[in-house]
C-alpha cells in the first residue's frame, strides 16, 4: 500500500527527447510537489501545486511542466530533455504546508 | 523567499557519542520545521518535526530544537548507532505558499 508512488522508476532517454513521469498519491492530501535532487544531494523545489494554485519556482525552466488531472495525480512532463536534467525526481505530496511532505520512491533519469 | 542553511555539510561519530546537525532560516514567517533521514538511494522520510509555537521536541535518541528569535533549529541524536548513518534534511515552510525548502543535507557517518 505505497502512499506517494511514481513510475517508472528508472528513465534513461537521449537529449532531445520528451518524457514524462507520473505520480499518483492515495493519502487524500491537498497538495503535490515535484523535487529535483542533484548528484550533490540538494533537495530542490521545482512545483507545489494544489487544486486552486500552481506555484513554479522560477529557476525551473519552462520544458517542465506539471500536469494535474486530479487532485491525486501530479505528472512532470518534460521537453527537449538536456543532459543537465539528469537527477532524481521525487514526488511528495502533504496536507497543507503545515504537515510532513510524504515521499515517493523517486525517479533516476539519466539523459545521455 | 526562503532560504534554509545547513551546518555541517558531513559529520562523522563514533557508536555511541552524539551528533547535532544545526539549521538557519531566513524567513520569520516559517511557522513548521521538518527533519528527513535518507538513506542511500531511497527516498527522504520524516523523523521529527517541530512547529513554531514549541522550542523543544523529543522521540527517544532524537529531539530538535528551535530558537525563533535567532531563527535556528537543531537536529541532536544521543547514543548514535550504524543505522544512524544516512543524509539529514532539514526543512521550513509556512502556512501560505505551499512550499517546504530544503537545507544542503548532512552526510552523518557512525563508525563502529
Known amino acids: ?112 | 523567499g526562503e532560504n534554509v542553511e545547513q551546518h555541517p555539510s558531513t559529520l562523522s561519530v563514533q557508536e555511541g557519542d552524539s551528533a547535532v546537525i544545526k539549521c538557519t532560516y531566513s524567513d520569520s514567517a516559517s511557522n513548521y520545521f521538518p527533519w528527513y533521514k535518507q538513506e542511500l538511494g531511497k527516498r527522504p522520510q520524516l523523523i521529527i518535526d517541530i512547529r513554531s509555537n514549541v522550542g523543544e521536541k523529543k522521540d527517544q535518541r532524537i529531539a530538535v530544537t528551535l530558537n525563533k528569535t535567532a531563527k535556528h533549529f537543531s537536529l541532536h541524536i544521543t547514543e548514535t548507532q550504524p543505522e544512524d548513518s544516512a543524509v539529514y534534511f532539514c526543512a521550513a515552510s509556512k502556512t501560505t505558499g505551499n512550499q517546504f525548502y530544503f537545507g544542503t543535507g548532512t552526510s552523518l557517518t557512525v563508525i563502529p
Open chain 1, 1 to 112: 500500500d505505497t502512499a506517494v508512488s511514481q513510475t517508472p522508476k528508472y528513465l534513461v532517454t537521449q537529449m532531445g527527447n520528451d518524457k514524462s513521469i507520473k505520480c499518483e498519491q492515495n493519502l487524500g492530501h491537498d497538495t503535490m510537489y515535484w523535487y529535483k535532487q542533484d548528484s550533490k544531494k540538494f533537495l530542490k523545489i521545482m512545483f507545489s501545486y494544489n487544486n486552486k494554485e500552481l506555484i513554479i519556482n522560477e529557476t525551473v525552466p519552462n520544458r517542465f511542466s506539471p500536469k494535474s488531472p486530479d487532485k491525486a495525480h501530479l505528472n512532470l512532463h518534460i521537453n527537449s530533455l538536456e543532459l543537465g536534467d539528469s537527477a532524481v525526481y521525487f514526488c511528495a505530496s502533504s496536507q497543507g504546508s503545515k504537515s510532513p511532505l510524504h515521499f515517493g520512491n523517486g525517479t533516476r533519469l539519466t539523459v545521455t
